[in-house]
């Protein structure tokens, strides 16, 4: 009896997502720099096409994982958004979303910010459905897979006390 994708897994490789785009005057703030919420939306784009990719299915937004701005990202550089799954649980995964921002003139790269996504696969009735176990390749994928149930638990448990 042949294994279908559920059952044999699949790894966190095939789910990488890189999406670079310009920042320019239009997606600045006030204060000249680009405002936190393109950069939030870039992300949440990489992350549900990294969800997708992995699950083969649709993916919503479920829940965003701290997201702190370390450095601001400057009208003119090249915006760097690089996402993969990192955690994967029966319907949902957990995708980790890192921003670069890049001096197109210099070739400077500086890390702006990351933080943790998460997904649920929809059915064609957008109902959760399963997804692949997730096949970690590398001790880094490992300690991100066991450092995810750990926040998942953190997740699970905050949702008992706001409710």
């Known amino acids: 009896m042949k294994k279908n994708n559920l059952e044999l897994?699949?790894?966190?490789?095939?789910?990488?997502?890189?999406?670079?785009?310009?920042?320019?005057?239009?997606?600045?703030?006030?204060?000249g720099?680009?405002?936190?919420?393109?950069i939030m939306k870039l992300a949440d784009e990489a992350?549900?096409?990294?969800?997708?990719?992995?699950?083969?299915r649709h993916a919503v937004t479920v829940f965003i994982e701290s997201m702190t701005?370390?450095?601001?990202?400057?009208v003119g550089s090249l915006l760097h958004?690089?996402?993969?799954?990192?955690?994967?649980?029966?319907?949902?995964?957990?995708?980790l979303v890192r921003v670069d921002a890049e001096n197109p003139l210099t070739g400077h790269m500086s890390e702006t910010n990351s933080a943790f996504f998460v997904?649920?696969?929809?059915?064609?009735?957008?109902?959760p459905t399963l997804v692949p176990r997730l096949i970690c390749e590398t001790t880094k994928e490992k300690e991100l897979m066991a450092d995810g149930e750990s926040r998942r638990k953190?997740?699970?448990?905050n949702s008992k006390v706001s409710n």
């Open 69 to 74: 701005f370390d450095e601001p990202v400057q």
């Open 81 to 95: 958004v690089n996402a993969h799954v990192s955690w994967v649980g029966r319907t949902s995964m957990e995708v």
């Open 47 to 56: 992350g549900s096409l990294a969800a997708m990719r992995y699950s083969g």
């Open 33 to 38: 720099n680009v405002h936190g919420g393109i």
């Open 9 to 31: 897994g699949k790894e966190s490789s095939g789910s990488r997502v890189h999406l670079a785009q310009l920042m320019l005057p239009e997606h600045a703030n006030p204060l």
């Open 154 to 157: 953190i997740r699970l448990g």
């Open 119 to 127: 997904y649920v696969a929809l059915d064609h009735q957008r109902r």
